[in-house]
């Protein structure tokens, strides 16, 4: 199988996230010397997603920002980070996100006025992994950091997560297991956080259990910077999916 050195994958990193918008994945083949079809694979090796998957995810990360920081329209957005329909952007990033990208602005109104509050999107499992939530020392001394504990398909947060709960002052918590999404994420806001940094985190404490879990378990995730800048982003606005 084919592998990317740490040097070749930093450069492709480095050059899908200053052209994110303009870039291919064959771009990114042809800059590390592979076809596509092997640098997919070597892609995915590394970082668990393909290559496609992180620059969409890139994408509406940026999208995210320029809905957040101006008010141009829907349709300048979308041109500006690399899409060239406005439908297939709103549909992405509704998929995505959890909201489309016109209610993203009226989502911040309302996280301002209302910070979310704990809540668990926990379906029914018979068998749970304990896990053990562990933030950095300095980070949040009064345990009341809003922290995000989820249930995804792939190891990256790549669409919205398939259960998972949004805790506070909380150092241990059972989560039920989830079939089809075997993958356990964490991230960490600081409390207080303004809006824009709750649902587009520019510097989240962040934690991937590196296996994925499918028999109870009782681990740790330990918190911690995000290693470099090439995790792909937290994309789902958290506040979307509190039911109540």
Do not use: N
């Not at 870039?23 to 290559?51: C, K, N, Q, W």
């Not at 602005?105 to 749970?128: C, G, I, M, Y």
């Not at 990256?156 to 997560?161: H, S």
């Not at 960490?188 to 590196?210: C, F, I, K, Q, R």
């Amino acid at each position: 199988m084919p592998t990317l050195s740490e040097a070749s994958f930093a450069s492709v990193i480095d050059l899908a996230r200053t052209h994110t918008a303009t870039l291919s994945v064959g771009d990114l083949a042809e800059h590390a010397g592979y076809s596509p079809f092997h640098f997919s694979r070597a892609f995915r090796t590394h970082m668990g997603i393909g290559p496609g998957q992180y620059l969409t995810a890139l994408r509406i990360d940026a999208a995210k920002r320029l809905l957040l920081a101006e008010d141009d329209p829907v349709i300048d957005v979308a041109m500006a980070v690399g899409f060239d329909s406005v439908s297939s952007f709103s549909r992405r990033f509704r998929a995505t996100v959890g909201v489309a990208p016109g209610q993203l602005r009226r989502l911040a109104e309302r996280v301002s006025a209302r910070p979310p509050r704990p809540f668990t999107l926990l379906p029914p499992h018979p068998e749970h992994v304990r896990v053990h939530l562990e933030l950095p020392a300095g980070a949040e001394t009064r345990g009341d950091a809003s922290i995000w504990v989820g249930w995804y398909p792939h190891p990256a947060p790549i669409g919205l997560p398939r259960a998972g709960a949004l805790l506070s002052g909380q150092p241990v918590a059972d989560l039920p297991l989830c079939p089809g999404a075997p993958f356990l994420l964490g991230f960490a806001v600081p409390a207080h956080a303004d809006p824009e940094d709750m649902l587009v985190p520019t510097a989240p404490l962040v934690a991937v259990h590196p296996a994925p879990l499918t028999a109870p378990a009782e681990l740790t995730l330990h918190l911690r910077a995000a290693p470099g800048a090439g995790r792909p982003p937290l994309l789902s606005a958290l506040p979307v999916l509190c039911r109540s």
